[in-house]
Nanobody
Framework: QVQVVESGGGLVQAGGSLRLSCAAS????????MGWYRQAPGKQRELVGT???????TYADAVKGRFIISRDNAKNTMAVEMNSLKPEDTAVYYC??????????????WGQGTQVTVSS
């Protein structure tokens, strides 16, 4: 079984910064892709950004230039540094893990989410 745990959420003023972390643990051969999604009240879950095992990142247009995703493959951890935060960044942020459990078997796992609230 694989566990995914986020941490680092909280309340911050607009223009401030916050860092979220994600740790994956359990029985898996490797993690191909890790990513961050978010869901605001009354809205669908949306992609924030992803990072591959090679360190290639992608970002949603809404956060490009403000958020930076990093990853430590040896520790199976990922972080997102969120800068110049806006009230519209307020959401529950979820960590996503696409892991290889067997040589030809991949599975998706999600964390429980961490709340980020940006006050104006």
């Amino acid at each position: 079984q694989v566990q995914v745990v986020e941490s680092g959420g909280g309340l911050v003023q607009a223009g401030g910064s916050l860092r979220l972390s994600c740790a994956a643990s359990g029985s898996m051969l490797s993690i191909n892709v890790m990513g961050w999604y978010r869901q605001a009240p009354g809205k669908q879950r949306e992609l924030v950004g992803t990072i591959t095992s090679a360190g290639t990142t992608t970002y949603a247009d809404a956060v490009k230039g403000r958020f930076i995703i990093s990853r430590d493959n040896a520790k199976n951890t990922m972080a997102v540094e969120m800068n110049s935060l806006k009230p519209e960044d307020t959401a529950v942020y979820y960590c996503y893990v696409y892991a290889r459990l067997l040589p030809t078997s991949f599975y998706e796992y999600w964390g429980q989410g961490t709340q980020v609230t940006v006050s104006s």
